[in-house]
Each structure stands twice: as structure tokens, then as C-alpha cells.
């Protein structure tokens, strides 16, 4: 396949497979993402012990005592579970954009831009439009109103602008409050919704120290996923206005996610709500100690840029001339050599995010001596690819 500007159509979430024969590790290091996360034993006992009812009826109390707490925790009227994050934004956007000829906002580098097939133009007949992404996840201001059409025969309508908070593609950036208050300005005025993909608001209020129900306060809706780095199976929420969680639970039932006994599913929400958060912070603090390590060590030849670093996505720049389908490879590799030099066999598994870059994602079950020896093998792969350069 051709490689793109940017590489995420050669290598985009593809896994890489095929490590070189080598030694089976010690130790695997598995960065690819924080949706790796298992429920630990507290959150399955919480799932063992739910209260169940039909929650299409509306009648499973877990499901009723977890929605109601989000849309508190988040300042909101009501709140929805959904199947995903995908889903969560698909509905939302089908539920803002239901007139014919609808227009969509949001930055090019949006999971819902790149990741969800183009679902809202499949699925709802939504024209999407995209805006360049700054490194920290924000668009132009200045781009948007330009963008904002006009009442026109010509025109589809603007009906909705979709934000990400934390950034995915921009390495888990926090976007800035007074950003998203400016935005907000603009949108009232031109009485157009805002979606938040908040996938990882958590970690936003977290890394931040921003009240969550703040950082939402004029989103018009938000989804957030149960299953990054929270330690769910499956689920995501979406929280908005009464009305608009109506229209959304109408949506759901359409798309095939309503789901009977889901307190199975809402009982590892709640188990989050009371456990899971707060301790995001020991994965913000891996990532940090990970970059820390490699800069400190292998800075010219491989390098975390830190004044990016707000969270848990690490964005790995490879300057030692190494291909990064062959570095990632090696990472996750186990050779005799390094068992040598490293007094044991380290795996680390992550993605190639460009034709020069891998992300890293610390999560859950990455603890902080995981974190150590990933750093170890980054530096070990850095200064052996790059040696393999200069002498072949
Ligand atoms: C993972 C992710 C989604 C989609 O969530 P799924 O549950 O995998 O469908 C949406 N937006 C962002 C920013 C994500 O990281």
C-alpha cells in the first residue's frame, strides 16, 4: 500500500504481527491502547452481584442509578448508555443533524472523522466537513466562522461541530478551556449544537484538574467510553439535554443497542464512577516516567516530546533513521542480545502513528515497573537500530 502524508494509511491501527522468530519474553509491555484494560476482581464482583431489570422498559435499576449519576457528575439533564463510542457518536450526531441536508464541523484529525467509516454520511446523510487540527486538538475560530454557512439555496446547513477532548491523533491532548469557551461563543450565536467525542474526558478532568461538568458546561452533548483505560468490557454514555436524550434512546433502539439486562454492563459504570477515575493519574504519571527515561537516555535518537505529553498517549518520534514498521517490530521482539544487556527478555507492543512515529498508551495493567522496563527496551531498540544502520 502507498504511504499517506501521515502515514495512518500504511500503518493506522494495524497491529504489528510479524515479530522475527526470537525468544518468547519474560515480560510483555502491551502499549497499543488503553481499551486492553481487563475489569479487575472488584469491578467483575460488582458485575456478579447487579440488580437486573429490561432496560428497554426502563426498568433495570443499575442502568437508572448509573445514568442519573453521570448526567449529575456532568452537570446534564439525562444520560444514555451506549454500545460504544462509535455508536455514542454516531447517535449524537444523527440526533443534531436530523433535517436533510445537515452539515457537520470537525477537525481532520477527529476520530470521527478518521476512525468511524464515515458513519454519520452512511448511516445519516450528514455532509462532514473538516478543519485542520492544531497539535493540541484545537481548529481555527477563525476557520469555523468561515466555515459557518450561510442561509443559501446552495448550501447544506450547519447544524453541529464536533470537538475531541483528550485529542486522540494529537497525542492525548487536553483541549484548552478558554478554546472550547470561545467556541461556544460562536456556536450560540449561530444557534448550532457542539458534540464532544470526550472518549477520555476523564483524563482530561484529571490531567487538568478541571471540574468535569466544567469542561462540558456548554457542550450540547458529550459521549464518554467506559472502556478506555476504566477497565470496562464494553459501553460508552452520552449525556445532554432531556430532549435530546429522548431523541437519542429512539436512535439506539434503531441501531440495535438496546439492551435488556444491561446492569451487567452499567455495573462496571458504576464501579467506575466510584474507583476508577481518580487513579488515571498513575498512568498520566507512567507516561511521564517513560518519556523521562527515553528522553533522558536515547534523546537524539528517539524522543518523546514532553510539552505535549498532557495525559496518557505517548507519541514516540524515531529520528535514528530506522523504519518505524521495523522499530515497532523490534520492540516487540525478544533476542538474545538484549537478555544480555537487559537481564531479561522485555516486549513492548505498540503502534506505528506515522512513517516516523509510534503512540504509546499507559493504562490500567501497565504498572510503574512495566513502565520502567518499556522505557529499557525503547532505549536498548533505539541504539541497536541505529547502530544496524551505520554498519550495514
Ligand atoms: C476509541 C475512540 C472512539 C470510539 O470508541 P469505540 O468504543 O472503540 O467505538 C471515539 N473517539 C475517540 C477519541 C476514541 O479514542
Known amino acids: 500500500m502507498p504511504a499517506s502524508q501521515n502515514g495512518v494509511h500504511v500503518q493506522g491501527y494495524q497491529a504489528v504481527k510479524a515479530t522475527k522468530p526470537g525468544k518468547v519474553p519474560d515480560v510483555i509491555v502491551d502499549l497499543r491502547s488503553d481499551t486492553l484494560t481487563q475489569p479487575s476482581k472488584g469491578m467483575r464482583e460488582a458485575i456478579a452481584n447487579a440488580t437486573l431489570g429490561d432496560d428497554v422498559f426502563l426498568e433495570d435499576p443499575t442502568t437508572n442509578e448509573f445514568e442519573a449519576r453521570v448526567a449529575k457528575l456532568l452537570g446534564k439533564e439525562a444520560a444514555l448508555f451506549v454500545t460504544s463510542g462509535t455508536q455514542g457518536n454516531l447517535i449524537s450526531s444523527l440526533v443534531h443533524c436530523n433535517v436533510r441536508g445537515s452539515e457537520m464541523i470537525c477537525g481532520d484529525n477527529s476520530h470521527m472523522y478518521k476512525y468511524e467509516q464515515g458513519n454519520v454520511a452512511q448511516f445519516g446523510g450528514i455532509h462532514s466537513c473538516q478543519l485542520p487540527n492544531e497539535p493540541d486538538g484545537t481548529f481555527s475560530i477563525d476557520d469555523l466562522k468561515s466555515h459557518i454557512r450561510t442561509d443559501d439555496i446552495h448550501y447544506p446547513i450547519t447544524k453541529l461541530v464536533c470537538v475531541e477532548n483528550t485529542h486522540n491523533r494529537c497525542g492525548g491532548r487536553v483541549l484548552p478551556l478558554k478554546w472550547l469557551d470561545e467556541l461556544a461563543e460562536v456556536c450560540k450565536q449561530h444557534e448550532i449544537s457542539i458534540h464532544m467525542d470526550g472518549a477520555r474526558l476523564f483524563n482530561a478532568t484529571i490531567a487538568s484538574g478541571i471540574p468535569v461538568s466544567r469542561i462540558v458546561r456548554d457542550m450540547s452533548s458529550v459521549s464518554i467510553c467506559l472502556s478506555k483505560g476504566l477497565g470496562a468490557p464494553a459501553g460508552s454514555v452520552i449525556v445532554g439535554s432531556k430532549s435530546f436524550i429522548e431523541q437519542a434512546r429512539r436512535m439506539r433502539k434503531a441501531l440495535g443497542g ?20 481518580t487513579r488515571l493519574q498513575e498512568d498520566h504519571d507512567n507516561a511521564q ?104
Open 258 to 277: 438496546g439492551i435488556r439486562q444491561n446492569g451487567i454492563l452499567t455495573a462496571a459504570g458504576l464501579y467506575i464512577l466510584d474507583n476508577m477515575i
Open 289 to 392: 516516567l517513560i518519556a523521562k527515561l527515553v528522553n533522558s537516555k536515547v534523546e537524539k535518537l528517539a524522543r518523546i516530546d514532553t510539552e505535549r505529553l498532557d495525559t496518557n498517549i505517548l507519541v514516540l518520534h524515531v529520528t535514528n533513521g530506522c523504519g518505524i514498521v521495523d522499530f515497532c517490530s523490534r520492540l516487540a521482539a525478544v533476542e538474545e542480545n538484549e537478555i544480555v544487556t537487559l537481564g531479561k527478555g522485555i516486549s513492548v507492543k505498540c503502534f506505528p502513528w506515522s512513517n516516523t512515529s509510534a503512540r504509546l498508551v499507559t493504562h490500567f495493567d501497565i504498572s510503574k515497573e512495566m513502565a520502567e522496563l518499556a522505557a529499557q527496551k525503547i532505549c536498548f531498540v533505539a541504539q541497536e537500530t541505529a547502530r544496524s544502520k551505520t554498519t550495514s
